[in-house]
C-alpha cells in the first residue's frame, strides 16, 4: 500500500505563488495531482512520469510546473499567478505506469490507484 501526504497549501492572494509537496511511502512511475473545488468534480492537474515527462491542464499551463525528485519519493507542484478559481483541495495521486505515453494520459481519477488526503488552496482576489 503506497502512502502519500500532500503538503503546503495554504492561502494567498491573486497573483501569488505556492508550492504543493506530495511524499510517497513507496516510489510509483505514474505521479499526478488532481483537484476539487466545492460543489465540483474532482479534475485533474497534471501528470508527471518517471523520466521527468509531464503534462498539464490547459487551465494551468503556462503557471503550474510539476516536477519529482525520485531520490526523496517526492512530487512537486509549483503553482504562479494564482487565480481565485484555482481554489480547491488538492489531491496527489499514484498509479504504476510502464510508458509515458500510457501515464500521461491518466486524466481521470479511476486511471490512479493511490490517493493522498489532499492539502486545501485558498485564493483570495
Known amino acids: 500500500q503506497v502512502q502519500l501526504v500532500e503538503s503546503g497549501g495554504g492561502s494567498v492572494q491573486a497573483g501569488g505563488s505556492l508550492t504543493l509537496s506530495c511524499a510517497a511511502s513507496?516510489?510509483?512511475?505514474?505521479m499526478g495531482w488532481f483537484r476539487q473545488a466545492p460543489g465540483e468534480e474532482r479534475n485533474w492537474v497534471a501528470t508527471i512520469y518517471v523520466d521527468g515527462r509531464t503534462l498539464s491542464a490547459d487551465s494551468v499551463k503556462g503557471r503550474f510546473t510539476t516536477s519529482r525528485d525520485s531520490a526523496k519519493n517526492t512530487v512537486y507542484l509549483q503553482m504562479n499567478s494564482l487565480k481565485p478559481e484555482d481554489t480547491a483541495m488538492y489531491f496527489c495521486?499514484?498509479?504504476?505506469?510502464?510508458?509515458?505515453?500510457?501515464?500521461?494520459?491518466?486524466?481521470?481519477?479511476?486511471?490512479?490507484?493511490?490517493w493522498g488526503k489532499g492539502t486545501l488552496v485558498t485564493i483570495s482576489s
Open positions: 513507496y516510489s510509483r512511475t505514474c
Open positions: 495521486a499514484a498509479a504504476a505506469s510502464t510508458s509515458s505515453y500510457d501515464c500521461l494520459r491518466r486524466r481521470a481519477s479511476s486511471g490512479m490507484t493511490y
